[in-house]
T-cell receptor, first 110, second 116 residues
Framework: LAKTTQPISMDSYEGQEVNITCSHNNIATNDYITWYQQFPSQGPRFIIQGYKTKVTNEVASLFIPADRKSSTLSLPRVSLSDTAVYYCLVGNTGGFKTIFGAGTRLFVKA | EAGVAQSPRYKIIEKRQSVAFWCNPISGHATLYWYQQILGQGPKLLIQFQNNGVVDDSQLPKDRFSAERLKGVDSTLKIQPAKLEDSAVYLC??????????????FGQGTRLTVV
C-alpha cells in the first residue's frame, strides 16, 4: 500500500489560498488520490479525488503532476470554517482502504 | 438523503467489560467499513464488508473485536473484553462499491468510547 507524507500543520488567514502538498512516491498505476476533510467530533468528509493532471470541484482543486508522485490540494479563499484536518489517501478502492496518515492540521486565522 | 447513522454517540465502560456499536449505512451502499481513530491520529481500518461478506479484517484484533453485518445492511462492532487502549472514536463508513472502482466513502459521526 502506498504511503503518504503530508505536513503536520499549516496556518493561513481568511481569504488566502491554501495549498497542501502530499508525497506518495510509491503510488501504483491503478491508484487514485483522494482527499478528506475532518472537523472535530465528526467523521471525515470527501473533498476531491483524481488520477492525473487537474481536477476541480466547487470546494477545491487537485493538482497531480505527470509522475503522480505527489499531489496538491488547493483551497481557494479559505474561511475560518475551513479549519480542520486534511487527509491525503492513495489507493485503488476509493482511497479509504489505504492508510490514513496523521493528516495536515490547517488553522485559519481571522 | 440520510447519512450513515451510528449509535451510541458516547460510551464509557470499565476495562474488561464488553461494548457494542451499531451502524446503519446509507441505503443501497454495498460496502461498509469500521475504523478506529485514536486521539490525534488518522482513522485506522478495522474491517471492510462487501454486502454481508468480509473483504478485509487484517487489522481487526480478533481476540477481542468482532463485527457482523446482518443481511448486508446494518452492522455491529463488538469489543469483549475492552482494554484501556481501546479508548477511541469508532467510525463507520459506507460506499456504493469498494472493490475495483474508486468511489466516495461517507462517514458517520462516530462513537466515542472511553475505557476507564
Amino acid at each position: 500500500l502506498a504511503k503518504t507524507t503530508q505536513p503536520i500543520s499549516m496556518d493561513s488567514y481568511e481569504g488566502q489560498e491554501v495549498n497542501i502538498t502530499c508525497s506518495h512516491n510509491n503510488i501504483a498505476t491503478n491508484d487514485y488520490i483522494t482527499w478528506y476533510q475532518q472537523f472535530p467530533s465528526q467523521g471525515p468528509r470527501f473533498i476531491i479525488q483524481g488520477y492525473k493532471t487537474k481536477v476541480t470541484n466547487e470546494v477545491a482543486s487537485l493538482f497531480i503532476p505527470a509522475d503522480r508522485k505527489s499531489s496538491t490540494l488547493s483551497l481557494p479563499r479559505v474561511s475560518l470554517s475551513d479549519t480542520a484536518v486534511y487527509y491525503c489517501l492513495v489507493g485503488n478502492t476509493g482511497g479509504f482502504k489505504t492508510i490514513f496518515g496523521a493528516g495536515t492540521r490547517l488553522f485559519v486565522k481571522a | 438523503e440520510a447519512g450513515v447513522a451510528q449509535s451510541p454517540r458516547y460510551k464509557i465502560i470499565e476495562k474488561r467489560q464488553s461494548v457494542a456499536f451499531w451502524c446503519n449505512p446509507i441505503s443501497g451502499h454495498a460496502t461498509l467499513y469500521w475504523y478506529q481513530q485514536i486521539l490525534g491520529q488518522g482513522p485506522k481500518l478495522l474491517i471492510q464488508f462487501q454486502n454481508n461478506g468480509v473483504v478485509d479484517d487484517s487489522q481487526l484484533p480478533k481476540d477481542r473485536f468482532s463485527a457482523e453485518r446482518l443481511k448486508g445492511v446494518d452492522s455491529t462492532l463488538k469489543i469483549q473484553p475492552a482494554k484501556l487502549e481501546d479508548s477511541a472514536v469508532y467510525l463507520c463508513a459506507s460506499s456504493l462499491q469498494g472493490s475495483t472502482m474508486n468511489t466516495e466513502a461517507f462517514f458517520g459521526q462516530g462513537t466515542r468510547l472511553t475505557v476507564v
